[in-house]
């Protein structure tokens, strides 16, 4: 990592298994984005990563406009876990929510989780688009994984399963939550983020939060922030005081 300069300028996500001198077809997107996008060359280097089995500097075997094989070549990083944070996001309007996708990519989030509340709209959600920008995210932002993208889910099945260690911290824009820095100052459990629509959260499922045990409301202070922009926001200050932005 320390020159990233000489790195090849191309890197991408596969699924296949990743191990020395074992070729890796390339799926059509990125034969595109190679080879008409990018312009690459035969023969030239790309870093390959699956989430797995590390990243890998690998050369263009083959490439022409309908065909990309990858030879990989030497491992570069080893597989390292992720920062365990998952965020769950209440479905907004398409363009906002593919930027959501990004950003907890970038921000390292390790589960983004569509959250149907009363007040969303189910049928906003399109996984394999969040997934192709989750992708996309984890390309360009060096990452080793991709976030697991869970399948949308009614909240109070949710709350009904919710694993006991983690600790859901809900972003209530009423203002009666702690301040979020606080709420993460304690003793490190595991997080995730509950973030509501643009039209927030109805009363019924404000109580429904009130009663659970595992979550705390923080606030993000004194401003009614959009949906997306709580869920940045938030992902930034939980990295900075108690994740991987710590060094
Ligand atoms: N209730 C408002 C706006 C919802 S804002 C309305 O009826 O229009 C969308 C979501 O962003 C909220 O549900 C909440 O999760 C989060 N949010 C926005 N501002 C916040 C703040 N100041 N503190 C905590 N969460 C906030």
Redesign the pocket.
């Known amino acids: 990592m320390s020159n990233r300069d000489d790195r090849p300028r191309l890197r991408l996500y596969v699924e296949a298994p990743l191990a020395e001198g074992a070729d890796v077809a390339l799926a059509r997107p990125q034969v595109h984005y190679l080879a008409t996008v990018m312009r690459a060359r035969p023969g030239e280097s790309v870093v390959l990563f699956n989430g797995r089995d590390g990243e890998w500097l690998a050369r263009l075997a083959v490439l022409s406009r309908h065909e990309a094989v990858a030879r990989p070549d030497s491992q570069i990083r080893p597989q390292t876990p992720e920062p365990d944070l998952w965020l769950l996001a209440?479905p907004i309007k398409r363009a906002r929510i593919d930027w959501v996708a990004e950003k907890a990519t970038e921000l390292g989030v390790s589960r983004l989780w569509p959250v149907i509340t009363r007040r969303t709209q189910a049928e906003r959600v399109n996984l394999d688009r969040l997934h192709a920008h989750m992708v996309e995210a984890a390309e360009q932002c060096e990452r080793l994984s991709l976030p697991e993208l869970a399948e949308p889910t009614a909240l109070p099945r949710i709350l009904a399963d919710w694993p006991a260690e983690r600790a859901l911290l809900?972003?209530?824009?009423s203002?009666n939550?702690r301040p979020l820095a606080e709420a993460v100052a304690g003793p490190a459990a595991p997080l995730a983020v509950?973030?509501?629509?643009?039209?927030?959260?109805t009363p019924d499922e404000r109580d429904m939060l009130a009663a659970h045990p595992h979550v705390r409301p923080?606030?993000?202070?004194?401003?009614?922030?959009?949906?997306e922009?709580?869920s940045i926001a938030a992902l930034a200050v939980i990295q900075a005081l108690a994740g991987d932005w710590r060094g």
Request: glycine residues 22%; hydrophobic residues 45%; charged residues 20%.
């Open positions: 209440a809900f972003l209530d824009e203002g939550g509950l973030v509501g629509p643009e039209g927030g959260f923080v606030t993000l202070g004194p401003r009614i922030l959009r949906a922009t709580a």
